[in-house]
């Protein structure tokens, strides 16, 4: 068997600070060498604070590479002291969840301790890595990992994707053999049956049923039922907290893949993406033309002279048309981008010949003295393909169509009228809350009454984006009205965006709609952002006009404006980008120097409304745009970007760096205007 790697995680404030602090991971490691019959290699060790974020981080990057450990321990942040936060972190990571570890480790450290009931662990799968928690105590921490290290490489060889039926084949009696462990018997007896781990084995069936079930925990509902009404609502969100990289990650995974469709080329084309490599179908230019005012000539033979007296033998404009040939001796008239006559090889600039003589009206002009010596063929023409060949790939698929002009100037420069693109989705923006008025209806608001930002806010900031938009208008706050609104948007739109009722109160009813009526899939519903923390993202089963199964998108925003317009940005777009073709999808990050001091929020990440500006020293500066709240909309006035502030309870000084999402135009210390 490959030797299997592992990666050790140790979760402590102290020794983040300061490594020599940690004893846990020499002991772990050790316990992977000595006892681990030669299976192990601990290939990575980490160490971070106790920040969930931080955890976070540290295990999807390793679990989520191409080629993950099979094993991550974590040691450290298991108990209930304030800051214990490692099983809160692990779990929303975990794609399945693997109780028998806990279960075995808790058992193994109970008959040592009844301390041990003051350990939280964790364990599961995320893709094909085993993730396990472990205590921080160092004596913890090994009895843990002792009690189970038999049994993980058999654990390990499954995650990672070996045949079930295959590695089962001969029994429990074999595995446990393979593993050198056995079942201990109870009460002075043993059981008579095998157990078969819920494998099948052929020639023989055990004599009870086992249970059967057909679909995951994961997959009920997780929503309130509006039915029973607010005496049993949840009391907590139900969805697990996830880190905004992990939101983001389900996003680009469930966002249906861009559908390929043929659109004239036309000023409508800005903004899409090609979906195929454009060929030239003709030269360009397709003729010999000039490249600048001047005469056609044709240049003497090696040791002749260019310079003479010539007649103007025809005249040639930029205008289609047949030209007479040009013969020796003769001169033709000719305009910047005309064609040169057949036989001409050369052009000479207007600015070396002096006009000799005039035809007898005076109108045109009869002979043009050369001052020019040693003209070469060639000179001063733009040869036949030599801006574009014919066969050339001029545009390549994924490349965008920008307003700049360049993209749609070379498709219409070589003559294709069609060009294969990603389809735009089509976007629908609804309001809901029984609070919710009109923005322009007059008179003054009765009490409890809200005007609508939200709607015409996000509606402009989808179209500045190139999409077309659908206005849904405001949803009631009743469950048949809500799910009827959004069935009739479902049949017009790829995209809906609500904001409103995706919080905890009893007339919150977005995802109970969703999950219950819709029969659709919430993959997060909560986001460990400041602000925007209730964010919902769902995909929805419909059958499209060809009657085929597709999936589409349904965010859920906050209903705070601020939060509302932040997540827009920072979960919305990527979306409509991938759904689209746009890469790389999202808002450009680029990194900033504070203008100011910024204050951390210890428990969440923030996105901070800001002004970047671009000094000029060539760096970019960012200052706030006032008070955060998430309901005051005056904080995203003359914002352009979102900066990126990590959670912690440390206060970031002048001068430090971070990274920006920039939504707008760089403001300039350049500009005069």
Not at 487 to 516: H, W
Not at 569 to 590: D, E, N, R
Not at 618 to 625: D, F, I, N, R
Request: hydrophobic share 40%; aromatic share 4%; with cysteine.
């Amino acid at each position: 068997m490959a030797t299997l790697k592992a990666a050790v995680l140790i979760v402590s404030t102290t020794a983040s600070q300061d490594p020599s602090a940690d004893s846990s991971g020499r002991i772990l490691k050790d316990v992977f060498n000595q006892e681990g019959g030669g299976k192990w290699e601990v290939a990575e060790t980490k160490i971070v604070g106790d920040v969930v974020l931080d955890i976070q981080r540290a295990i999807s990057g390793w679990a989520d590479r191409e080629d993950p450990p099979n094993l991550i321990i974590t040691t450290g942040g298991t108990g209930f002291a304030v800051h214990d936060s490692t099983p809160e972190a692990v779990t929303p990571l975990l794609h399945k969840h693997a109780p028998g570890l806990v279960h075995g480790m808790l058992a193994a450290s109970l008959a040592v301790t009844p301390f041990a009931l003051m350990s939280r662990p964790v364990a599961g799968v995320r893709n094909k890595s085993i993730i396990i928690t472990l205590p921080g105590s160092p004596k913890g921490a090994k009895e843990n990992l002792q009690s189970v290290l038999k049994l993980l490489p058999h654990a390990c060889i499954q995650a990672a994707g070996a045949d079930s039926r295959t590695l089962h084949a001969g029994g429990v009696k074999k595995l446990e053999k393979e593993a050198g462990v056995s079942a201990q018997g109870s009460g002075g007896h043993s059981h008579s049956h095998d157990h078969s781990y819920g494998h099948s084995h052929s020639g023989h069936s055990h004599g009870h049923a086992m249970p059967v079930r057909h679909t995951a925990p994961s997959e009920n509902p997780r929503s309130n039922d509006p039915s029973l009404g607010p005496t049993r609502r949840n009391r907590s969100s139900p969805y697990p907290m996830l880190a905004v990289d992990e939101a983001i990650r389900l996003i680009k995974e469930h966002t249906p893949s861009p559908q390929v469709i043929k659109v004239k080329v036309d000023g409508y084309l800005v903004g899409c993406v090609l979906a195929e490599d454009v060929t030239a179908t003709e030269a360009v230019p397709a003729y010999r033309a000039s490249i600048v005012d001047g005469y056609a000539v044709i240049a003497p033979k090696e040791g002749g002279s260019s310079k003479g007296i010539f007649p103007v033998a025809s005249i040639s404009h930029a205008t289609p048309g047949e030209i007479a040939p040009l013969e020796v001796g003769q001169i033709a008239r000719i305009t910047t981008g005309a064609p040169l006559p057949p036989g001409a090889t050369s052009v000479v600039m207007v600015e070396d010949t002096i006009l000799k003589a005039m035809t007898e009206d005076g109108e045109e002009e009869h002979e043009i003295e050369i001052l020019a010596e040693g003209v070469k063929a060639g000179e001063n023409v733009r040869e036949v393909g030599s801006d574009i060949k014919k066969g050339e790939v001029i545009l390549r698929k994924g490349e965008e169509i920008s307003a700049i002009g360049g993209e749609l100037g070379l498709l219409a420069s070589v003559g294709r009228a069609e060009v294969m693109v990603y389809k735009r989705p089509v976007v629908g923006v609804l309001s809901t809350g029984d609070e919710i008025i009109e923005h322009g209806r007059p008179g003054e608001l009765r009490l409890g009454e809200v005007r609508d930002c939200n709607r015409p806010t996000i509606m402009s900031a989808v179209r500045g984006w190139g999409f077309e938009v659908v206005d849904l208008g405001i949803a009631r706050d009743k469950p048949g009205a809500l799910e009827q609104t959004l069935r009739d948007a479902l049949r017009q739109v790829d995209v809906i965006i609500t904001s409103g009722g995706v919080s905890m109160g009893e007339l919150d009813l977005l995802k109970p709609t969703i999950e219950r009526s819709l029969g659709g899939t919430i993959h997060f519903g909560r986001v460990s952002m400041k602000p925007g923390k209730p964010t919902t993202f769902a995909t929805i089963p419909v059958k499209n006009n060809a009657g085929e199964r597709v999936s589409k998108v349904i965010f859920s925003l906050p209903g705070n404006p601020v939060s509302a317009i932040v997540t827009l940005h920072l979960f919305v777009l990527p979306s409509l980008h991938h759904a689209s073709g746009v890469a790389p999808a999202g808002l450009p990050k680029v990194q900033v120097m504070l203008d100011h001091e910024f204050r951390l929020d210890p428990q969440r990440s923030e996105y901070h409304r800001a002004v970047v500006t671009l000094g000029k020293d060539g760096l970019m500066y960012a200052s706030s745009t006032g008070g955060q709240r998430s309901s005051r909309v005056g904080s995203l006035k003359s914002a352009n970007a979102l900066l990126c502030l990590p959670a912690g309870k440390e206060t970031l000084s002048k001068g430090s760096k971070t990274e920006a999402l920039l939504m707008g135009r760089i403001k300039s210390e350049f500009d005069v205007l």
